[in-house]
């Protein structure tokens, strides 16, 4: 999945925002309070609705928004040759959300249920998943860069949740080995 633009409209710190991504490795820097943890909820948010919110509804809005306005999310990814824009608002007084998934700008689900259970097919990795394989904390980050050769090894795994599938696959080869003497 390669991440292309986000746009952001009263979503917690930002009023207005559009961010374009480019190829490779993306890096948010800033002080604290400036809003780089909203970028990476924004995201999820889009990819993942609900399941990604781990904060109440009403502190999602923007303080500086009006009572009428909504609060929206686009975000555009390109995955499998397709260009896929997802859509997610909540609006009116009880932040009522809904959701648009478009793939090559043909809608193909609308609601959040439809648009979640699809963008489940499309992206083929949990929630959980994507926040430990493409997203890493600063504290993890340095955490890493303390760690000696094989401790950053160790350390990764588990930051990846992939140590069980090591432990798993270093059994299978012993097995194999016992197996072939």
Known sequence: MLLNKLVLRNFKKYRRATIEFQDGLTGIVGSNGSGKSTIVDAIA???YGNKASSIKKDLIKNTHANDNE???????????DKDIKIF????????????T?????DIIASGTRDVDKKLE???????????KTFYARQK?????????AMGKREYLLKL??????KENALDLIKADRAAAQ
């Open 45 to 47: 948010w889009a990819l």
């Open 160 to 165: 990846l949740g992939l140590e069980d599938i």
């Open 121 to 131: 097919e499309i992206l083929r990795i949990s929630y959980q998943d994507f926040m």
């Open 140 to 148: 993890d980050l340095d955490n890493l860069l303390k760690e000696g």
């Open 88 to 99: 997610r608002n909540m609006s009116g007084k009880s932040l009522s959300p809904d959701a």
């Open 101 to 105: 998934l478009y793939i090559n700008s």
């Open 70 to 80: 909504p609060v929206d999310v686009t975000l555009f990814i390109r995955q499998d």
